[in-house]
């Protein structure tokens, strides 16, 4: 089981910046690959960002491409997910993920999910 704990939403404007964190615990010691999955009201779950253990491969929704940024530092069991230049639809209920062993970008193969954290972008 890994157990995962987000944090670093609040409000932004529209243009800024934000950068959300996500703790890992449990059963940290083999591979794990992480993402972040986003659901506005109303709407389904849609993938974000992914990571592979590795940090060196990423995967990023055409929405997001260019102003955000999936990382991880291993030695902390942390993901972080820099936005920029946010726009309102980004306001969502952020999502960190895990899955053991690779990373999709499907929500259905990540069996560990955290509670969520808010972001709200201004106009």
């Known amino acids: 089981q890994i157990q995962l704990a987000e944090s670093g939403g609040g409000l932004v404007q529209t243009g800024g910046s934000l950068e959300l964190s996500c703790v890992a615990s449990?059963?940290?010691?083999?591979?794990?690959?992480m993402a972040w999955f986003r659901q506005a009201p109303g709407k389904e779950r849609e993938f974000v960002a992914a990571i592979r253990w590795s940090g060196l491969t990423t995967y990023y929704s055409p929405a997001v491409r260019g102003r955000f940024i999936i990382s991880r530092d291993n030695a902390k069991n942390t993901a972080f997910l820099q936005m920029n230049d946010l726009k309102p639809e980004d306001a969502a209920v952020y999502y960190c993920?895990?899955?053991?062993?690779?990373?999709?970008?499907?929500?259905?193969?990540?069996?560990?999910w955290g509670q969520g954290t808010q972001v709200t972008v201004s106009s």
């Open positions: 993920a895990a899955q053991e062993g690779g990373v999709t970008e499907k929500e259905e193969d990540f069996p560990y």
């Open positions: 449990g059963r940290t010691s083999s591979a794990y690959g």
